[in-house]
Every structure is written in C-alpha cells, then in structure tokens.
C-alpha cells in the first residue's frame, strides 16, 4: 500500500453540537443509533475544540446537529468561533430561533444561517418531520430576512415531495430565498430504513430538473438554486465529503472526531474523541483520519481505474452500507461487482406501488429499539 500523502488542515469544522432534536424526520442523517451517544460535551469542552479546529488552519465552522438550538450556549460558542475569525454557519430546522435568540446571534456576529424545510405545503412538512412546523419554519424566515442575513434555504427532496418541487421553489422565492439548496435525499442512516419509500422514478428525477432548469432561468436574478442528483440515478460515485480526512472534520455531540457524520459505523475502525487527543494529533496522526485517505488503500477495480483521483472510489459507508465491505468501489459505480444492487432499489423506485411500507421517522425511542437489536 503507498503511504498516504500528507494532507494539508481542515477547511471546515463541524461541531455537531447535539443529537437532540424536536423533529421526527424520515430522512434524518443522525446516525441510527444516536439514542446510545447521548452525551455531550460541555461548553468548555467546545471552547477548546474551536480554539484547537482554527489553530489548525480550519476556517468555518457549522454548528448543526440534531437541532443545535437545544443547546443553551450556543450563543456562546458562536460569539467564540467569529472572535476566532472562523466563517460560522448556523444548520437549523429553524425550531427555537426566537426573536431574542436571533438578536443574541446578530451581536455574537453570526455569518449564515441555513434553515430547512421539508415540504412547501404544511401538510407534507409536517407529516415529514412529525411536528407541525411549518407555520413556524414560515415566520422563523421573516424573522432572519429582517435581520439581514441572506436568506439560504434547504430542502431534502426525495419520493413524497419531488412533484411539488415547483411550488417548493416558488415558496423560497416568496420568503426571499437567496440560495436553494435541492438536495436530493442521500441513501444513509434514517434515509436508508426508508429507501423504498423515498427513492424517486427515473421520470419524477428527470421531470424535477427540467421544473428546476426552468425556475432557474427565470430567477437567475435573484436566486442561486443548487439541484443536487443523487448518485444512486448518476451511477456514478460522488467526491465523498471532498476526500476522506481532506476538507471535512466532524466532531459528534460526544466529542468524537469523524471524516465524515456517518463515518462511526464502519467496522475495525476507532476514532479518536477531542477529550482525550488535540484536533492535531486526530487530523494527522489518527488510524482513522489516516485510513481511507488518498488512493493507496484501493483495491481492485478502483486501484487501477482512470478516475480513481476524481471521485476517490466514492463513499466508505455507502460501500460498507451496500457492498457490506469498505474498501470496495461504491456501488453506484457501474464497474461495481455489487452494482446490481443499487440496480435493484432503482427498479424497485419504477414499479407502480413501489414505498408502500410504512415510514419509520427519526425518534429516540425507536433508535433505542434499533440498538437493542443490533440493528
Ligand atoms: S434531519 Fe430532521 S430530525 Fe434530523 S436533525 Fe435535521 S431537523 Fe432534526
Ligand atoms: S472503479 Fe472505483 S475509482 Fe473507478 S469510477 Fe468506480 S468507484 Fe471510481
């Protein structure tokens, strides 16, 4: 194997500050069994995890979670990261953000914040993420345009809302959106449990883009509108997080540092926690940040494929997820020895029928469930 090349900092830190959250999403990209992680560290804790992410040379900082307003010092911790010179970018499901709390952000110097939505009717948000938020999702972005932060919107998109994608945009131009992000959804963690029921027809795919296409020409003076495709339909692998251990630095409500929020699951591998190591040691010199970095741990056919500098060989835990090994190619790569599977789940997205299971939303209980059964 070569020796993996020495990577230069961080660019981003993400400081997951809490697996808590009021919401109940189906998609949610909290790892499954986030009900056994229930600590979190301590304000001080967070204080030096900033200190030690920016001495390294990291240069925003996203505090998401879970629902990062549930913690109560988040104030605090942001005030720290602006004092710090990070970019600081606040991920919220927008539950929380309180008129106070939002004058308490705009005087500890908050840059961005990125509010999500699930649906543009209340009916289809609420039923998504168990909760009626939606009215509230409303007023939370009056609230931020007003204080005159750019308003950036993201919506997970996915079977149960693809078809109002045209509405969807037009509700963000209606709040004032700037930025729109249409993420398709990603096939991980919750997302994963729902994959029959979440998985869009190749018709409803290519139908959404042209919608978007067309909303894009037409708000070109006022609104970015980011589509992303997911990578099960592009079959073709995806830059994970840009490179594994190479822009990207998560640390986990409990301290945890990961290359990417799902990496936790994969087997034979333990990550450090900012307790017990410097966010140096963890981002240079850990087994974990070190192990999938680069090209030199590929295996056939990535080790001697032509793009294998441009996409890395694609996702570990998608490898793991569906290959059931992590060093294999990402299966949504046609030279995949298990891309038939991924073949699989997109047939199963074009029969008439298809999703008829029940959802399972994101709930503690639920998790706690999953755990006991070793799922
Ligand atoms: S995806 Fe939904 S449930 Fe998961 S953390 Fe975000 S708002 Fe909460
Ligand atoms: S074989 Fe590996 S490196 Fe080549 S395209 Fe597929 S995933 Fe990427």
């Given at each position: 194997m070569?020796?993996?090349?020495?990577?230069?900092?961080?660019?981003?830190?993400?400081?997951?500050?809490?697996?808590?959250?009021?919401l109940?999403?189906?998609?949610?990209?909290?790892p499954?069994?986030?009900?056994?992680?229930?600590?979190?560290?301590?304000?001080?804790d967070?204080?030096?995890?900033?200190?030690?992410?920016?001495?390294?040379?990291?240069?925003?900082?996203?505090?998401?979670?879970?629902?990062?307003?549930?913690?109560?010092?988040?104030?605090?911790?942001?005030?720290?990261?602006?004092?710090?010179?990070?970019?600081?970018?606040?991920?919220?499901?927008?539950?929380?953000?309180?008129?106070?709390?939002?004058?308490?952000?705009?005087?500890?110097?908050?840059?961005?914040?990125?509010?999500?939505?699930?649906?543009?009717?209340?009916?289809?948000?609420?039923?998504?993420?168990?909760?009626?938020?939606?009215?509230?999702?409303?007023?939370?972005?009056?609230?931020i345009?007003e204080?005159?932060?750019?308003?950036?919107?993201?919506?997970?998109?996915?079977?149960?809302?693809?078809?109002?994608?045209?509405r969807?945009?037009?509700?963000?131009?209606?709040?004032?959106?700037?930025?729109?992000?249409?993420?398709?959804?990603?096939?991980y963690?919750?997302?994963?449990?729902?994959?029959?029921?979440?998985?869009p027809?190749?018709?409803?795919?290519?139908?959404?883009?042209?919608?978007t296409n067309?909303?894009?020409?037409?708000?070109?003076?006022?609104?970015?509108?980011?589509?992303?495709?997911?990578?099960?339909h592009?079959?073709?692998?995806?830059?994970c997080?840009?490179g594994?251990?190479?822009?990207?630095?998560?640390?986990?409500?409990?301290?945890?540092?990961?290359?990417?929020?799902?990496?936790?699951?994969?087997?034979g591998?333990?990550?450090?926690?900012?307790?017990?190591?410097?966010?140096?040691?963890?981002?240079?010199?850990?087994?974990g940040?070190?192990?999938?970095?680069?090209?030199?741990?590929?295996?056939?056919?990535?080790?001697?494929?032509?793009h294998?500098?441009?996409?890395?060989?694609?996702?570990?835990?998608?490898?793991?997820?569906?290959?059931?090994?992590a060093?294999?190619a990402?299966?949504?790569?046609p030279k995949?020895?298990?891309?038939?599977?991924?073949?699989d789940?997109?047939?199963?997205?074009?029969?008439?029928?298809?999703?008829?299971?029940?959802?399972?939303?994101?709930?503690?209980?639920?998790s706690?469930?999953?755990?006991?059964?070793?799922?």
């Amino acid at each position: 194997m070569n020796a993996p090349r020495q990577p230069g900092p961080p660019m981003w830190l993400l400081a997951e500050v809490t697996y808590r959250c009021p919401l109940h999403c189906v998609f949610c990209y909290n790892p499954v069994d986030f009900a056994s992680h229930e600590q979190e560290l301590s304000t001080d804790d967070w204080l030096r995890v900033l200190r030690e992410g920016r001495e390294l040379g990291a240069v925003q900082c996203g505090f998401s979670g879970g629902e990062p307003l549930l913690r109560d010092d988040l104030e605090i911790l942001v005030g720290e990261a602006r004092r710090l010179g990070y970019y600081t970018n606040l991920i919220t499901s927008g539950v929380g953000l309180t008129e106070a709390r939002l004058d308490a952000f705009k005087a500890a110097g908050l840059d961005h914040i990125q509010l999500s939505f699930q649906d543009s009717t209340r009916e289809i948000n609420d039923f998504l993420s168990h909760t009626r938020t939606f009215d509230l999702k409303q007023k939370v972005a009056r609230m931020i345009r007003e204080r005159g932060w750019p308003m950036v919107m993201n919506v997970v998109i996915h079977r149960l809302n693809i078809g109002q994608i045209g509405r969807i945009i037009e509700m963000a131009d209606e709040l004032g959106a700037e930025y729109l992000e249409l993420a398709n959804a990603q096939y991980y963690s919750w997302a994963l449990l729902n994959r029959e029921q979440l998985m869009p027809s190749r018709e409803q795919l290519r139908a959404a883009e042209a919608v978007t296409n067309e909303w894009k020409a037409k708000l070109a003076d006022r609104m970015r509108i980011l589509f992303v495709v997911p990578d099960y339909h592009e079959g073709k692998p995806k830059k994970c997080m840009n490179g594994w251990g190479n822009v990207f630095l998560t640390v986990t409500p409990d301290g945890t540092a990961l290359p990417c929020h799902t990496a936790r699951m994969l087997p034979g591998l333990s990550f450090p926690n900012v307790a017990d190591s410097s966010l140096r040691d963890i981002w240079y010199d850990s087994p974990g940040f070190n192990r999938y970095r680069g090209t030199g741990w590929m295996k056939q056919p990535c080790r001697d494929c032509e793009h294998k500098e441009e996409d890395l060989g694609g996702c570990r835990c998608q490898a793991y997820l569906i290959a059931g090994d992590a060093e294999a190619a990402d299966p949504v790569c046609p030279k995949s020895p298990k891309h038939e599977r991924v073949l699989d789940a997109l047939a199963a997205a074009e029969r008439p029928g298809a999703a008829q299971r029940p959802l399972i939303f994101r709930d503690p209980q639920e998790s706690r469930r999953r755990c006991a059964e070793g799922a």
